[in-house]
């Protein structure tokens, strides 16, 4: 029957008019879904294709909204535990590339050695036998 965007606070939460009485739109957890923002409100009820609401500002206290604010030590060890992933892949990025930009420079004033297919050949092979022995060794323990 209508919609109600009724101030509570320093947000705004949806009142639903319907034959059988009121209701308030709740979150997964079944809390009343507030909403900071007026706009991000209206947004949604148009998104959900109703275009037609009242506000109700008697009860918006915009300068609780200091007041209002819950910490969040879930969200600041999320994003702690992000932060330092980035740092590390970002430690580890500069220590590849020094280690590419030295093999380069190795092979640019002869100081790392260039080998010839063949040689490659017998090292393959000789890596080869070593894993395959290795490997036996941990399947006979």
Same mark, same amino acid.
């Given at each position: 029957?209508?919609?109600?965007?009724?101030?509570?606070?320093?947000a705004?939460?949806?009142?639903?008019? %319907?034959?059988?009485?009121?209701?308030?739109?709740?979150?997964?957890? !079944?809390?009343?879904?507030?909403?900071?923002?007026?706009?991000?409100?209206? !947004?949604?009820?148009?998104?959900?294709?109703? %275009?037609?609401?009242?506000?109700?500002?008697?009860?918006?206290r915009p300068?609780?909204?200091?007041?209002?604010?819950?910490?969040?030590?879930?969200?600041?060890?999320?994003?702690?535990?992000?932060?330092?992933?980035?740092?590390?892949?970002?430690?580890?990025?500069?220590?590849?590339?020094?280690?590419? !930009?030295?093999?380069?420079?190795?092979?640019k004033?002869?100081?790392?050695?260039?080998?010839?297919?063949?040689?490659?050949?017998?090292?393959?092979?000789?890596?080869l036998?070593?894993?395959?022995?290795?490997?036996?060794?941990?399947?006979?323990?």
């Amino acid at each position: 029957m209508g919609i109600t965007l009724c101030g509570d606070g320093a947000a705004f939460v949806v009142n639903v008019h %319907t034959q059988r009485g009121q209701a308030v739109m709740v979150t997964s957890r !079944q809390q009343p879904r507030r909403f900071a923002d007026p706009r991000k409100a209206l !947004q949604m009820l148009r998104g959900i294709g109703l %275009t037609d609401c009242r506000i109700d500002t008697s009860s918006w206290r915009p300068e609780d909204s200091a007041l209002e604010k819950t910490a969040r030590p879930d969200r600041s060890l999320a994003l702690k535990a992000a932060h330092e992933a980035a740092q590390h892949d970002a430690d580890y990025d500069r220590w590849f590339h020094a280690k590419v !930009q030295a093999s380069l420079d190795g092979l640019k004033d002869g100081t790392n050695r260039v080998y010839t297919e063949k040689e490659w050949k017998v090292k393959r092979s000789e890596l080869l036998i070593k894993l395959k022995s290795l490997k036996t060794v941990k399947q006979a323990a």
